[in-house]
């Protein structure tokens, strides 16, 4: 039959290939929407992807893209999945049958990652196959919808042909249904006349532009809408009033800290602030979409190596006396000088009492933290419970947690990097052992432990800045917690260390902030800083990478004093 007519072009093949993967992602998103935002197939695969990428890789990611990682895999991803929709159209042109098995293997592919992430269930395997027979549907459509207007054509015509030899009425649409125009009837207004290729026994098939492109423009306006209504049902909003309501029952600390000390913060403009605002706090975690956790329904599990398992309710958790700490979350990825480090003053309850109702065996060392999507923590049970201010935290700088900090509940201990100790959207903790168990990080090239090292930025000069020469402030914080901050010095092309001003803390905690003035000359300056702990540790000045426990070396800027 298509040796009697014109082929799709190309671009329109490729074309109907990117509408029904539209279709099918819109679909699978609406899908999602209702079951769990994080079976959506993208954010599947992209989850798959995260958990797969090498540590290196990720760490590139991380430095390269910044915040900015997540929404440069989910781009990359719909870049491929567009790519291979317009294949799929294309393939479809010379087969139907491949374009629709194109899409089922998609919809395997999709399913498998959504029952590959670590809280899914078999219904996540829905919005994939779902989306997948969307997308067949439309695809098949779209390539009628364009190229079978021959037959009709054909047929009209001679049907027009035997009108003209006894004229009739025209079939009119209306009301009553008589005769309604068919929604695929042809268009009638300016456009290239249909070549209606009629050879003799066969019916042509003919390639109408017009009808391909409203049919694309629909299948577009389809998958759109399926896809917002899918991200709206994905429970933004949801999380916003929990959150709200939540605000309403955080009770008061009974025990409060102390103000922070007004020497603190030495308000230096460019040096990050002592209290870094909610808004602006770093966020690292491998969760492609914000888990969504309802306090009403949220519990932790504490079981393992303990003489009585607990499950504690988040009004279990409130009724608990409550505490605030200064602590300063660092991330083990962030290179010397990086940014992802950041002090909050929490409200939580002191993970060691809970635990001590729990009751850990002697032979366990390890806790394994569980967040509501599966991201696993190992924290040394003897840090927990050495009297630091380990907390199951539910506020931050006086706020709720923000959902991407993990509301409503999550880990902070003080002394160890975010990935060993902070679980965010905490629902579980396994008390265990090191030599039992693997958290997330541990296979993917990353100690099983990580204390912060001692650490110095600069904030102020900026490398590469200009400045005048003669009287310079640098400044910038320096961490070492739970052992605190003892001194820093400043070196400058090389000459002597020489001792910063040090900001006041509030405990060994927290950062602390530094400056110093300088006497630059006109020309080039390299300048170093250096920290020294309360332990009297000096941090050393050899270099290493942030994997597997941290980056060690000296923060150093370059600046031109005119
Ligand atoms: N559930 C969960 N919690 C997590 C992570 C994660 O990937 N998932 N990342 C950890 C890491 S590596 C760090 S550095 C801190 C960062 O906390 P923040 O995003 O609130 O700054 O969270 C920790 N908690
Ligand atoms: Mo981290």
Known sequence: MNAAGTRMPAWAAALTGLVAGAVALGAAQIIAGLIDPGAAPVVAVGGAVVDAT??????????????????????????????????????????AAYGTLGLAVFGLVGAAAALSRPDAGVAHVLPS???????????????????????????????????????????????????VADED?????????????????????????????????????????????????????DGEIARRSVAKMLPRAARPAAPVPSGADLRIPGLAPFVTPNADFYR?????????????????????????????????????????????????????????????????????????????????????????????????VDVVMDGRDALLAVAMNGEVLPESHGFPVRQVVPGLYGYVSATKWVTEIRVTRFDRDEAYWTP???????????????????????????????????????????????????????????AETPGPDTWRQWSLDLDLTPGRHTISVRATDATGYTQTEDEAPPAPDGATGLHTVTVTAR
């Not at 010095?489 to 910063?500: F, H, L, P, T, Y």
């Open 444 to 502: 993917r090239g990353w100690a099983p432990k990580g204390p912060i090292k001692t650490q110095s930025r600069i904030d102020l000069p900026r490398d590469g800045d200009e400045v005048t020469a003669g009287r310079t402030t640098v400044a910038g914080v320096a961490w070492a917690q739970h052992r605190g901050v003892d001194a820093v010095e400043v070196r400058v092309d090389g000459s002597a260390w020489r001792q910063a001003r040090l």
């Open 54 to 95: 090498p540590a290196g890789l990720k760490e590139w990611a991380i430095r390269t893209f910044g915040s900015y990682d997540k929404a440069v895999l989910l781009g990359g991803i719909v870049v491929v999945l567009a790519l291979v929709a317009a294949g799929l159209g294309l393939l479809a042109r010379r087969r």
């Open 129 to 179: 196959l779902a989306g997948a027979a969307a997308g067949a549907w439309t695809l098949s459509r779209l390539a009628r919808r364009a190229m079978d207007s021959g037959e009709e054509d054909y047929v009209a015509a001679s049907r027009a042909a035997d009108r003209e030899r006894a004229p009739a009425t025209r079939p009119v649409s209306g009301p009553a249904g008589a005769v």
């Open 284 to 380: 690292v975690d491998t969760a492609l979409v914000v888990p969504s956790v309802d306090p009403a329904r949220w519990t932790l599990k504490i079981h393992g190596l303990v003489d009585r398992p607990v499950e504690l309710t988040f009004a279990d958790l409130l009724k608990r006396p409550l505490m605030e700490a200064d602590v300063t979350l660092t991330c083990v990825s962030n290179e010397v000088g990086g940014p992802y480090i950041g002090n909050a003053r929490w409200l939580g309850a002191r993970l060691a009492d809970v635990l001590r109702e729990a009751g850990i065996r002697s032979e366990a060392d390890m806790l394994l933290s569980v967040s509501e999507d599966g991201w696993t923590c190992g924290t040394p």
């Open 185 to 237: 009837s042809r268009s009638t207004g300016p456009g290239p006349a249909m070549p209606a290729v009629m050879r003799a026994g066969a019916a042509p098939y003919v390639f109408d532009r017009r009808r391909l492109l409203t049919g694309a423009a629909t299948g577009v306006a389809v998958a759109g809408a399926a896809g917002l209504g899918g991200w709206l049902l994905s429970g933004t909003k």
